[in-house]
């Protein structure tokens, strides 16, 4: 099925920065959407820098609005920019992003403050830290080491800047998004997986931008944690299209967030 070009999207990738380590959402979304995934660039230092890069991506696409999709860290800047341009964001979704008042784990403290000391350890332990995650997702031990190598492939072709790992993970605790989230008209919609399976980032935090961005809709991605648009993409492109569709045609009628 062709991607439907009157429904553009921009993914807005995780604290890794690379769009790359997100195909498979990306080849999800492309059958309801347009996607246009970007790597985050490593010079940015603000979540104003990162929402500027949201709409130098929908710039060099020609496109002036679009649904606005953050992934973890993502979702901060995705939120930021629905905040700034509000008639540039058609929808606004975030999925398993760092709610208000998250704090980073004292060993995380301590990688992100000297990242090319500890930034290769974060890295080694996160498949452990994933693990329960994943398995709940891919029951399929074939599947697991389907994505085990494709991760690695991944990793291999696209580059991780460790420091600007760090940056990204404290600026998820230096920043009160909280604001924004009054600024918000654009229908959103807020993904969380299991509570009990997010071992990166609690989902009883994620899931406060319900409350917090006025109508906001809340759904709960099942069999999944913190990586659910990666492990069950075409579950996670479902939930963005059928909250998408009546979201953005209520709100062609004036009436935002009228989809809550």
Same mark, same amino acid.
């Given at each position: 099925?062709?991607?439907?070009?009157?429904?553009?999207?921009?993914?807005?990738?995780?604290?890794?920065?690379?769009?790359?380590?997100?195909?498979?959402?990306?080849?999800?979304?492309?059958?309801?959407?347009?996607?246009?995934?970007?790597?985050?660039?490593?010079?940015?230092?603000?979540?104003?820098?990162?929402?500027?890069?949201?709409?130098?991506?929908?710039?060099?696409?020609?496109?002036?609005?679009?649904?606005?999709?953050?992934?973890?860290?993502?979702?901060?800047?995705?939120?930021?920019?629905?905040?700034?341009?509000?008639?540039?964001?058609? $929808?606004? /979704? *975030?999925?398993? !992003?760092?709610?208000? @008042?998250?704090?980073? &784990? %004292?060993?995380?403290?301590?990688?992100?403050?000297?990242?090319?000391?500890?930034?290769?350890?974060?890295?080694?332990?996160?498949?452990?830290?994933?693990?329960?995650?994943?398995?709940?997702?891919?029951?399929?031990?074939?599947?697991?080491?389907?994505?085990?190598?494709?991760?690695?492939?991944?990793?291999?072709?696209?580059?991780?800047?460790?420091?600007?790992?760090?940056?990204?993970?404290?600026?998820?605790?230096?920043?009160?998004?909280?604001?924004?989230?009054?600024?918000?008209?654009?229908?959103?919609?807020?993904?969380?997986?299991?509570?009990?399976?997010?071992?990166?980032?609690?989902?009883?935090?994620?899931?406060?931008?319900?409350?917090?961005?006025?109508?906001?809709? $809340?759904? /709960? *991605?099942?069999? !999944?944690?913190?990586? @659910?648009?990666?492990? &069950? %993409?075409?579950?996670?492109?479902?939930?963005?299209?059928?909250?998408?569709?009546?979201?953005?045609?209520?709100?062609?009628?004036?009436?935002?967030?009228?989809?809550?």
């Amino acid at each position: 099925m062709e991607p439907r070009s009157e429904n553009p999207l921009v993914l807005v990738p995780g604290i890794q920065g690379r769009w790359e380590f997100m195909q498979p959402t990306v080849d999800a979304l492309s059958r309801d959407f347009r996607p246009l995934p970007f790597s985050l660039r490593d010079d940015a230092r603000s979540l104003d820098d990162y929402a500027r890069q949201v709409s130098d991506t929908l710039d060099a696409a020609g496109v002036e609005r679009a649904v606005i999709v953050g992934v973890s860290f993502g979702g901060l800047v995705a939120l930021r920019f629905a905040a700034q341009h509000p008639s540039r964001t058609t $929808a606004l /979704v *975030l999925a398993s !992003t760092p709610g208000p @008042g998250f704090t980073l &784990r %004292p060993r995380h403290r301590i990688y992100a403050r000297l990242p090319w000391i500890f930034g290769p350890l974060f890295l080694l332990e996160s498949p452990w830290r994933l693990r329960r995650e994943v398995a709940a997702a891919i029951p399929d031990g074939r599947g697991r080491r389907a994505l085990r190598r494709s991760t690695i492939a991944t990793a291999c072709r696209a580059r991780l800047s460790l420091s600007a790992m760090a940056r990204r993970a404290l600026l998820m605790t230096s920043f009160d998004v909280t604001p924004d989230c009054s600024r918000v008209t654009a229908p959103t919609l807020v993904v969380t997986g299991e509570r009990d399976l997010d071992f990166v980032v609690p989902a009883e935090g994620s899931i406060a931008y319900r409350h917090l961005i006025a109508g906001a809709r $809340a759904s /709960v *991605l099942e069999r !999944t944690g913190h990586i @659910g648009t990666v492990t &069950r %993409p075409d579950a996670f492109a479902s939930l963005v299209r059928d909250f998408v569709d009546p979201a953005t045609r209520n709100s062609t009628l004036g009436t935002p967030n009228a989809a809550a």
